[in-house]
């Protein structure tokens, strides 16, 4: 489809994406994927996918949704993968389920790339405008305004705007506005949000210093290598080669995954950083009262740190790459919004920083969000219909929680426009399940982020078997091509012949899946040739799922069960005023939620059992008639 910027109300974008982020991204690839004609408008084009953050991908149930994103044909693997520079696997001397892949990336390369890919991805407009505004008609949003004085118009807008809805930096005292540092804020597109009926809050996040590699002293250092044979992050043993975007006039940034190779290091503060920061807490923006967001509780500043746990007097820091052609380093649990001078202080206490050269200062940025709640699980708002959200603005923290949230916006967006089936992934179904559902269920009043351990069924979802438990949701959707499509089916198939085989097939010892079972550690030297030809991928799966089968059949009947409730739709017009016995709280919290069906609405704060047995007998009697 031809790319081109128009202006035109008789002649709509399918969709318009706000934001070019991780979120953003993934949104308007989706939708191009699918067919639909897609206008990206970004701040900046210079800083699409930026890492804001930490130069890394994946980690504890990070690296799962990675692999989950790739499954649904998004972009955020390869890149990963091609712009890497360490690959870890987490947890990697506990079970399966829990290990997850993670990469050290290039973080200028990595945003060079996916600018790239959506420079060259058909159904792609770019254009690098401020969006101020949304254009409503009918309670449908229609478009978009900019700073230009131009509107732009769609059938559907997926707003992505990160940390920049009014975003407030904090350095001590010093108080700058934007999204990050050295960038625009949007400062009036929340006031077009209230004006439509959505409710707006604050929520903060913070990021550390970045300091002169060369004026690191690694001598007071413990070096972290990668992996020898890394795990990567995309699904190549299904993959086209078309997949990866060769063009032949275009040269792609990036490399072979696994070509490049950097450590990390680790590092301790020093005797006097608690001191310092103890005799200047009383200047931080966090304790004196200048930030009101509430801050991620699972990634806090060193000087939370430090009050918090007040009997540890030193704290573990990670000293990261920023990439291979820079000297820029990440210092990884280092975060504050301290004073400028007690930065540099407090940078100088630390045995292999005594000689840090600074090159960018730690700061704290507060900035708006809609509670999720106001969302329906396709991460449509409720209050207007052919708006989408995702992202940071709907209360999440991180590149992947952001990306995956894209990819189901955008995906939905597209499919209202084409007429396609919505995409809604259970909780039962994957890890971005869990997390839309967390968020569209029971909000957040923090930066939300994602554990292995909010997952009930998280032995299911193991990393790599993110493309055969995915693979059916989106056959017709058009997110993969019909030959990797195929690839994945005829890989499903073969992992559940052998599981099947593995349990009637004996070798030394008895049956195979009891002789896997007996040591789980252990691969029997005796397994049939017509296995051990097979990819590994397809290998590592199927002892997978043969070795724990007494755990993943316990789980697999508790989805059942509440499949069960899931059975219980619930109308949207509802009325749960008729529903005599309904305690106050729960009342308002179903009204206010408006859950779709019986299983939804027992998982929302404040529903407890007995409110659930009231609904399924109305509801079970409503039937009947």
Same mark, same amino acid.
């Given at each position: 489809?031809?790319?081109? /910027? ?6 709509? #974008? ?23 004609d897609t206008l990206l408008l970004t701040g900046n084009l210079d800083t699409i ?8 991908? =994946?980690?504890?149930?990070? =690296?799962?949704?990675?692999?989950? /994103? ?13 712009? %890497? ?63 230009? =004085?131009?509107?732009f118009y769609g059938k559907t807008v997926v707003v992505t705007t990160g940390t920049? !809805? ?36 604050? $929520?903060?996040?913070?990021?550390? %210093? ?38 032949? +006039?275009?040269?792609?940034? @990036? ?10 290091? !680790? ?23 200048? /930030? ?22 030193? +704290? ?8 291979? #052609? ?32 600074? !090159?960018?200062?730690?700061? %704290? ?33 991180? #590149? ?26 259970g909780r039962d179904e994957a890890y971005g399940g869990v997390l839309i559902d ?21 032995? $299911?979802?193991? +990393? @790599?078997? %993110? ?20 690839? /994945? ?86 009325? #749960? ?20 069906? !019986? ?14 047995? $009231? ?11």
């Amino acid at each position: 489809m031809k790319k081109e /910027i128009r202006i035109s109300e008789q002649k709509p #974008y399918d969709v318009i994406v706000v934001g070019a982020g991780h979120a953003g991204v993934e949104a308007a690839l989706a939708a191009a994927r699918m067919g639909a004609d897609t206008l990206l408008l970004t701040g900046n084009l210079d800083t699409i996918s930026k890492m804001s953050c930490n130069p890394a991908i =994946g980690g504890q149930a990070k =690296g799962h949704i990675v692999r989950e /994103i790739d499954a649904l044909g998004g972009e955020m693997a390869v890149c990963a993968d091609a712009t %890497a520079i360490q690959f870890r696997v987490l947890n990697a001397s506990k079970g399966p389920s829990v290990q997850s892949p993670r990469a050290q990336c290039d973080k200028l390369v990595y945003s060079a790339r996916m600018k790239c890919i959506c420079e060259i991805r058909e159904n792609i407009t770019l254009f690098q405008a401020v969006v101020t505004g949304l254009v409503f008609k009918s309670g449908k949003v229609v478009g978009v305004k900019t700073s230009f =004085g131009v509107n732009f118009y769609g059938k559907t807008v997926v707003v992505t705007t990160g940390t920049f !809805l009014k975003g407030k930096m904090f350095i001590g005292s010093n108080v700058n506005f934007g999204g990050r540092l050295g960038d625009f804020n949007a400062e009036t597109l929340s006031d077009s949000f209230l004006k439509a009926g959505i409710k707006i809050d604050r $929520l903060k996040t913070g990021t550390p %210093a970045r300091i002169l590699g060369s004026s690191i002293d690694f001598s007071c250092c413990e070096e972290q290598k990668g992996d020898e044979n890394p795990v990567f992050f995309a699904f190549y043993d299904t993959r086209d080669t078309e997949d990866m975007f060769h063009v032949e +006039h275009i040269k792609i940034p @990036g490399w072979a995954p696994g070509s490049n190779k950097r450590s990390c290091w !680790l590092a301790d503060t020093g005797e006097n950083t608690g001191v310092l920061i103890k005799d200047n807490i009383h200047s931080s923006p966090l304790y004196s009262g200048l /930030i009101h967001g509430v801050g991620a509780r699972y990634c806090p500043s060193i000087e939370d740190k430090f009050v918090r746990f007040p009997d540890k007097d030193k +704290h573990r820091l990670f000293l990261e790459p920023e990439g291979l #052609y820079s000297d820029e380093w990440y210092i990884n649990g280092f975060s504050t919004s301290l004073p400028f001078p007690v930065q540099l202080d407090m940078i100088r206490s630390v045995p292999a920083l005594k000689n840090a050269v600074m !090159l960018r200062p730690a700061y %704290a940025i507060e900035y708006d969000y809609a509670p999720p709640t106001q969302l329906l699980p396709s991460l449509e708002t409720k209050n207007v219909e052919n708006l989408f959200f995702a992202g940071q603005i709907n209360g999440t923290s991180g #590149y992947e929680e952001a990306a995956i949230q894209g990819l189901i916006a955008g995906v939905n967006a597209a499919s209202r426009v084409l007429g396609r089936k919505e995409l809604v992934i259970g909780r039962d179904e994957a890890y971005g399940g869990v997390l839309i559902d967390d968020l569209v269920t029971k909000g957040t009043q923090e930066p939300y982020r994602m554990f292995t351990s909010r997952a009930e069924y998280r032995l $299911l979802f193991n +990393h @790599g078997s %993110a493309e055969l438990r995915l693979v059916d949701k989106i056959e017709d959707l058009g997110l993969l091509s019909d030959s990797r499509l195929s690839r /994945i089916k005829k890989k499903k198939a073969l992992v559940e012949h052998w599981c099947e085989m593995f349990e009637k097939l004996t070798i030394k010892g008895g049956i195979i899946g009891d002789v896997l079972r007996k040591d789980i550690n252990s691969v029997p030297p005796a397994l049939p040739d017509g296995f051990n030809s097979l990819d590994s991928a397809i290998q590592e799966e199927v002892l997978y799922r043969v070795r724990y089968k007494g755990y993943l059949s316990r789980e697999q009947k508790s989805i059942e069960r509440m499949k069960n409730l899931e059975s219980f739709s619930i109308p949207d017009s509802f009325d #749960y005023n008729t529903v005599s016995g309904l305690r106050i709280e729960s009342r308002q919290k179903l009204i206010s939620i408006r859950p779709k069906t !019986l299983a939804q609405a027992e998982r929302i704060s404040g529903v407890n059992p007995a409110d659930i047995s $009231l609904l399924m007998v109305f509801l079970s009697s409503l039937k009947k008639k």
